[in-house]
């Protein structure tokens, strides 16, 4: 309680203690300072063009906004709780040192479209940034892909081994949902990129206010073109938490590979000291904590996404102040996405491949079953046919504790009439991966043409 409100002219009383506490978004709302300037420095410029406000109040807002944002970044800024957020705390301090004219910045203007723009101007700086970030992410992948086009590992199904493939294709898979994540970042961004300023409260102002001069300032690729929308759409903060979500997701996923291939138990890979802690009890151990953190943050993305949405469900037109909430969970995602793709990307730059662990491991659990079975219908068997052979033959090797390869010709006939010496070489797992030969599969000729295809998109990305 206690100082008198920006707004203060039809109160008898100033709030209780309870509802100052409940307003306050200064905590949070502290981060859009330079864009609050940013945006009113442009209003500013607008009005005085407009002749809404003369030169002298330009001149005079110039200074004290550089001012307070060199007081802010220097930690000599009055903050101040009572004026509940970043926005009243820069006009009243611009008061306090410019006077009247500091009391002419908010002419045309409301928070309503203030706020927003200040969000949307914010975002789209960090937008770059995790794109950035994302983009050195792909491309680290696709450096581990070129490293490791000539191992061959288990590929899973059920978690159970399935087919021998390459690291590189496993890896690429990342790299590939990433490039869609960068796609869904440009999509959101785009969204973002549209000036609600200028817009009031929600109906308009009673100026011949200049939008597309505040557009321009602003580097706004479009302007809202409806007031009561402008002050109430927070579509594009729901865009951004989606594309958080599922690229969190994609993390996660990478991150719980990782996880299991760093086990004792599998022993693909080894993680570097870097990203490894360990235990405070057990002496022997190295956690992959990042790994974990990573795909634990994915849980809090999730729920800012689902806190928006259940936000804005029951909202009616227009600015409502439970809009206010809005800021924690995109500001939280923000934080949240680039440790997790920055974590991500030491992760796999600095892992090392056991080589001769994944190469000894596709000899297991009869990994080239199915070339067997091709391997039969090339000899003319239908393919039903030649999966139910292959079947009885693994039943048969599990049963006599033998595997492919260890069974003789003569064996291996009585199965069916059509193998010859040549089913040696279709048996070699390691040979398994050259005998793919879809588009998009894991034989190195794909791979490599994965790794070039996927280099040239990042090269329109500027990489
Ligand atoms: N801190 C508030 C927000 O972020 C400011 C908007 C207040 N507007 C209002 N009409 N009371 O939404």
Redesign the pocket.
Known sequence: MGKKKL?GGRFSNTPSKVAEEI?T?LHY?MRLYKHDIRGSLAHAKMLCKQKIISQKDLDDIQKGLAIIEQEIENGTFPFNEAF?????NIEARLTELIGDAGKRLHTAR???D???TDVRLYLKDEMHEIKKLLIQLIVTIVQKAEETKYVVMPGYTHLQIAQPVRMAHHLLAYAWAMLRDVQRLDFAYGQTDELPLGSG?LAGVNYTTDRQFLADELHCGAIAHNSMDAVSNRDFIADFLYFSSIMGMHCSRLAEDIILWSTAEFNFITLSDSVTTGSSIMPQKRNPDVAELVRGKTGRLYGNLLTLLTLLKGLPMT?N?D??E??EPLFDAIDTVKLIISGMNEVIATMHVNEEVTRKAIYKNFSTATDIADYLVMKGTPFRQAHEIVGSMVKYCEHHNEDFFTLPLEALKKFSEQFDNDIYDYINPEKSTERKQSYGSTSLKSVEHQIMVIREKLHEYGC
């Open positions: 707004w307003a978004s709302d509940e957020d970043i926005h009243m409301s928070r309503n203030q706020v927003i409260a600015y102040r809009l206010q809005d800021k």
